[in-house]
């Protein structure tokens, strides 16, 4: 999901309504896209308008943001003072503290849909468990996986009763290159991309189905100069360094719940080429996923340093043109997820090619 443009605002609380209206529409079309949809919004735009301790969020934020500072939203996108862009526990107005612990709810209550006929759809994908009760048998499902940092998922079938016909459906993701899917180890069978697939068979206890979803990275463009960097959903940032502020003001903060500018402390200000080579580095990281130094999985990017492109006062610095002077150097850069980040340059423009 992206706005006219990169450094284009949107309220956090949209995020929030889109996931929602997102998951009804998943539920009258079966359409696939709108699941893939859902985990863009979730994965991406949510987890970037937050302070990863939950206890701070923008009210506007966007895909291209070196500047989450007091002074960065003002007009016409807000007014000197009401620190929009700051990372904050709460606003001037209420509707975005009000609607960001809603996000998370919105796309877990779709994680799991049912069909006709007793059919069980795993439509969105993380660690959860599924309950129902089938012709007098208890089923349970366990969902194992670290998507969406890895493309495995495994679900184990508990049954406390005789087998029973269960028509079990799983999502191939739009972005996935080919899909994988096994039931009890047998022979794997393929499956192409953006739709549902489902396996019809009497599920008895123990059973294993194992679904592997292709993650290699790729780029995509957004428009003849830019382009963005994903591997599965994920859609990925430079990792910057930043410089952090805690602030005081009208909004009531506290120590236990402070308010932050954030600026760039490293640079930023890179081009890619035609077509960068991508490396994906695993970090060995467990627990909590979502800051840039506990992420599982970062991407070094082949790119160029563009020295003209600088940041000018307050407001994020817009694309370069078409002429771009470049660094001669090519250089490998560290990219994370969007949303580890609070800072970020995420769509990049394209520059010549490394040599």
């Known amino acids: 999901m992206f706005p006219k443009h990169a450094e284009a605002l949107h309220e956090t609380c949209d995020i929030s309504d889109f996931i929602w209206s997102y998951g009804y529409m998943l539920m ?72 960001v612990h809603r996000m998370f709810p919105n796309y877990i209550s779709r994680m799991w849909m049912n069909g006709d006929e007793h059919e069980i759809v795993a439509a969105l994908y993380g660690p959860s468990e599924y309950r129902t009760e089938i012709n007098g048998t208890n089923v349970c499902i366990t969902e194992d996986t670290s998507y969406p940092f890895s493309g495995k998922i495994t679900f184990r079938f508990a049954l406390d009763g005789a087998p029973v016909k269960i028509p079990f ?7 996935a290159v080919n899909a994988k899917l096994t039931v009890n180890a047998e022979q794997p069978k393929e499956y192409h991309a953006g739709g549902f697939s489902t396996i019809e068979r009497r599920f008895k206890d ?47 903060t506290s120590v236990a719940f402070p308010a932050y500018n954030v600026t760039p402390a490293s640079k930023w200000n890179f081009g890619l080429p035609e077509n960068p080579e991508i490396t994906v580095v695993s970090t060995g990281k467990n627990g909590f996923p979502w800051t840039p130094d506990s992420t599982p999985v970062k991407l070094k990017v082949t790119a160029f340093e563009i020295p003209e492109w600088r940041l000018l006062g307050n407001t994020t610095p817009g694309l370069p043109g078409e002429k771009i002077q470049v660094s001669s150097k090519c250089e490998e850069i560290e990219m994370v997820p969007s949303g580890c980040t609070r800072i970020r340059m995420t769509t990049l423009p394209i520059v010549e090619s490394c040599k």
Not at 169 to 175: A, F, G, K, L, Q
Not at 214 to 237: F, H, I, Q, W
């Open 28 to 99: 009258a079309t079966g359409d696939v896209k709108w699941a893939d949809k859902m985990e863009s919004a979730v994965y991406n735009a949510a987890l970037g308008a937050i302070n990863k301790d939950f206890k701070a969020l923008q009210y506007f934020s966007s895909p291209n943001q070196l500047l989450a500072t007091e002074k960065s939203s003002m007009a016409p996108y807000g007014e000197e003072g009401l620190s929009r862009q700051a990372y904050r526990p709460g606003f001037d107005v209420e509707c975005c503290s009000g609607n």
């Open 206 to 252: 123990g059973d294993v189905v194992e679904l592997d979803i292709d993650m290699k990275p790729r780029t995509e463009k957004r428009a003849d100069t830019e382009m963005n960097v994903y591997m599965g959903p994920l859609l990925y940032s430079v990792n910057i360094d930043e410089n952090v502020e805690i602030i005081k003001d009208q909004f009531k």
């Open 169 to 175: 459906t799983v999502r191939i993701p739009s972005w």
